[in-house]
């Protein structure tokens, strides 16, 4: 009797790697790839349709932000595979590296002539004509580091000094390095996708409540002392106070929702994509995504993002051990909180943030990490205990 809970217990135990490994190879979840690959290819006709008429004002093509998503799209697809057939385990001993890597990519990022400085904010590395973004990159790395360390902890994460606070540090330093970008949709997710770990892993909430409330201070005194955040603020409570300057962003996006309807006004027939509502093929997508294609259009997505939830957490509570569980909760999270803050954003129901729509905006980087990702889950489900 004891034998058989011992190796109950084991099959969830990173200490005992024999015992761990008792499992087969799965086939693929398809309902989860399904989703995935549903979501990119309305990704990828949104993209055409929402940014033909800057593509064409900008360089005379109006699939040219298309094009160079579909190239991102295969280069993403070969670092997919490659997350999925690698052994995740051997991820485990390269957290720290990767995150370690991660910092120093945003510290270059703050480096003037090294880091890109685009619309005042200095986000990226690389050249005019290929750049990518190390703050996207290390939603990952975070994810795969807390994994690894969950995982040796144990029980031990109900300890607010001995687990909880230790893995708390790195995050918040990361997270403060993304503010400077300035970017503090993305540092805010870096803390929501951490929090979503640390309670999946059996943080008590009194704990999680107490490290929420010591950061709020620091939230309310970095949006005091900027007047650009403390205008995305009254303008997220009044847009319509200062329609044509501060709150010009959202009344455009619920103008571009209100006038879709329940079937949409027809794909391709946008009117606000032409230069009536900004970022409309990145950060402001869905919004002419609702435009073109209604309601009905906007809750597939929505739903898309759902079953990915749901199956990614089926994969979770099926996985061989403690690594693959958080590894794969992660991940999920990493996706979903994004795409619910950007939704979230373009109805008004969240301040203005510059959070992507994972597979659907545009933008390499977000798509590169978001695949990889979902591949990382897939490769958790190849793996299940034998009966």
């Given at each position: 009797?004891?034998?058989?809970?011992?190796?109950?217990?084991?099959?969830?135990?990173?200490?005992?790697?024999?015992l761990?490994r008792?499992?087969?190879?799965?086939?693929?979840?398809?309902?989860?790839?399904?989703?995935?690959?549903?979501?990119?290819?309305?990704?990828?006709v949104?993209?055409?349709?929402?940014?033909?008429?800057?593509?064409?004002?900008?360089?005379?093509?109006?699939?040219?932000?298309?094009?160079?998503?579909?190239?991102?799209?295969?280069?993403?697809?070969i670092?997919?595979?490659?997350?999925?057939?690698?052994?995740?385990?051997?991820?485990?001993?390269?957290?720290?590296?990767?995150?370690?890597?991660?910092?120093?990519?945003?510290?270059?990022?703050?480096?003037?002539?090294?880091?890109?400085?685009?619309?005042?904010?200095?986000?990226?590395?690389?050249?005019?004509?290929?750049?990518?973004?190390?703050?996207?990159?290390?939603?990952?790395?975070?994810?795969?580091?807390?994994?690894?360390?969950?995982?040796?902890?144990?029980?031990?994460?109900?300890?607010l000094?001995?687990?909880?606070?230790?893995?708390?540090?790195?995050?918040?330093?990361?997270?403060?390095?993304?503010?400077?970008?300035?970017?503090?949709?993305?540092?805010?997710?870096?803390?929501?996708?951490?929090?979503a770990?640390?309670?999946?892993?059996?943080?008590?909430?009194?704990?999680?409540?107490?490290?929420?409330?010591?950061?709020?201070?620091?939230?309310?005194?970095?949006?005091?002392?900027?007047?650009?955040?403390?205008?995305?603020?009254?303008?997220?409570l009044?847009?319509?106070?200062?329609?044509?300057?501060?709150?010009?962003?959202?009344?455009?996006?619920?103008?571009?929702?209100?006038?879709?309807?329940?079937?949409?006004?027809?794909?391709?027939?946008?009117?606000?994509?032409?230069?009536y509502?900004?970022?409309?093929?990145?950060?402001?997508?869905?919004?002419?995504?609702?435009?073109?294609?209604?309601?009905?259009?906007?809750?597939?997505?929505?739903?898309?993002?759902?079953?990915?939830?749901?199956?990614?957490?089926?994969?979770?509570?099926?996985?061989?051990?403690?690594?693959?569980?958080?590894?794969?909760?992660?991940?999920?999270?990493?996706?979903v909180?994004?795409?619910?803050?950007?939704?979230?954003?373009?109805?008004?129901?969240?301040?203005?943030?510059g959070?992507?729509l994972?597979?659907?905006?545009?933008?390499?980087?977000?798509?590169?990490?978001?695949?990889?990702?979902?591949?990382?889950?897939?490769?958790?489900?190849?793996?299940?205990?034998?009966?």
């Amino acid at each position: 009797m004891r034998n058989a809970a011992r190796m109950e217990r084991a099959a969830y135990d990173d200490r005992e790697p024999g015992l761990r490994r008792s499992y087969v190879a799965a086939p693929p979840d398809t309902m989860l790839f399904a989703a995935v690959a549903a979501l990119v290819g309305i990704g990828l006709v949104m993209i055409f349709s929402a940014s033909s008429a800057t593509a064409y004002a900008e360089h005379n093509d109006v699939a040219f932000y298309a094009k160079r998503q579909a190239v991102w799209l295969v280069v993403g697809a070969i670092f997919a595979y490659g997350a999925y057939r690698i052994d995740y385990h051997k991820l485990k001993r390269a957290a720290p590296y990767l995150l370690a890597a991660s910092g120093l990519a945003l510290l270059a990022v703050l480096v003037p002539h090294v880091g890109i400085s685009v619309n005042g904010a200095r986000r990226w590395i690389g050249t005019s004509s290929l750049t990518f973004q190390p703050s996207e990159f290390t939603k990952l790395a975070i994810v795969i580091y807390l994994a690894a360390m969950l995982a040796a902890r144990g029980e031990r994460i109900t300890s607010l000094t001995k687990g909880l606070i230790p893995l708390c540090v790195p995050v918040f330093l990361l997270a403060v390095l993304v503010l400077k970008e300035p970017d503090m949709g993305t540092a805010s997710l870096y803390v929501m996708l951490a929090f979503a770990m640390f309670f999946a892993a059996g943080a008590r909430l009194a704990h999680l409540g107490m490290i929420f409330s010591a950061t709020v201070p620091i939230v309310v005194l970095s949006i005091v002392a900027s007047p650009y955040k403390r205008a995305r603020i009254f303008a997220f409570l009044d847009p319509w106070k200062d329609p044509q300057n501060t709150g010009f962003h959202i009344v455009q996006s619920l103008l571009a929702l209100g006038s879709g309807g329940l079937f949409g006004v027809g794909l391709g027939a946008s009117r606000a994509k032409y230069f009536y509502l900004p970022e409309q093929y990145t950060d402001f997508i869905f919004s002419i995504l609702g435009e073109e294609l209604g309601l009905i259009g906007a809750l597939v997505v929505v739903v898309l993002f759902v079953v990915l939830a749901y199956r990614a957490v089926r994969i979770a509570m099926a996985a061989p051990d403690r690594f693959g569980f958080f590894l794969s909760v992660g991940c999920a999270a990493l996706i979903v909180i994004q795409a619910f803050i950007n939704i979230g954003v373009v109805s008004s129901s969240w301040p203005v943030t510059g959070v992507p729509l994972p597979f659907i905006s545009f933008g390499g980087s977000s798509l590169i990490v978001n695949l990889v990702a979902v591949a990382l889950i897939l490769n958790v489900g190849r793996h299940r205990k034998v009966a």
